[in-house]
């Protein structure tokens, strides 16, 4: 069991690109979860899968935001157009159904 | 909508010490709850939980919690902390199946052990 990992670990863009992470779960774990954390305060929610099926997505997730989860694996996180308010730790998380959450160490992005 | 609440932002503390991080919890439902531990630049680490059963729950590393479901309460405590345990913790609540088993996170508390 190697653990959730997240890729890139360091991500510094310019305002207005894009940029992508990518986070590989637990290989059993169906589902998959996004969090995105700012200084000094507790990660929040942004959206959730079910093997591909995106079941849910936060308010905070905004129309630059989106995440896929192609043959149920690996997920993706997109953000079109950064802005300097995007700057925060994106935390990915797995579980089973029901099951307890382990996180991966996170990409911490920057917007310059 | 459920809602945590970390009482004290930052707990300074000496070796051997004991430790007490409190939090708070608001749902409308039954609740899972976790404690959760960041080091610096690193993702979170799950300390313990809560499903069901016994209200007093024993962790990793000697941290132990306790649900008040009375009080919606589920504090963390340790007898004797060590420098190692020096990092911000968090308080989680699930709703479980209700919320698709989204976690609702304090603001954490950073516990800073003195030597």
């Known amino acids: 069991d190697t653990g959730v990992s997240q890729d890139p670990r360091h991500k510094i863009t310019k305002r207005g690109q894009n940029v992508t992470f990518r986070c590989d779960p637990i290989s059993e774990h169906n589902r998959l979860y996004w969090y995105r954390q700012t200084l000094g305060q507790g990660p929040e929610f942004l959206t959730y899968f079910q093997n591909e099926a995106q079941l849910e997505k936060s308010r905070l997730l905004s129309d630059r935001f989106s995440a896929e989860r192609p043959k149920g694996s690996f997920s993706t996180l997109e953000i079109q157009r950064t802005e300097q308010g995007d700057s925060a730790m994106y935390l990915c998380a797995s579980s089973l159904v029901g099951g307890v959450q382990y996180f991966g160490p996170g990409t911490r992005l920057t917007v310059t | 909508a459920q809602s945590v609440t970390q009482l004290d932002s930052q707990v300074p503390v000496f070796e051997e010490a004991p430790v007490e991080l409190r939090c708070n919890y608001s749902s409308s439902v039954s609740v899972y709850l976790f404690w959760y531990v960041q080091y610096p630049n690193q993702g979170l680490q799950l300390l313990l939980k809560?499903?069901?059963?016994?209200?007093l729950v024993k962790g990793i590393n000697g941290f132990e919690a306790e649900f008040n479901k009375s009080q919606t309460s589920f504090h963390l405590r340790k007898p004797s902390v060590h420098i190692s345990d020096t990092a911000e913790y968090f308080c989680a609540v699930s709703e479980g199946e209700t919320s698709g088993s989204r976690l609702t996170f304090g603001e954490g508390t950073q516990l800073t052990v003195n030597p």
């Open positions: 809560y499903l069901s059963g016994s209200t």
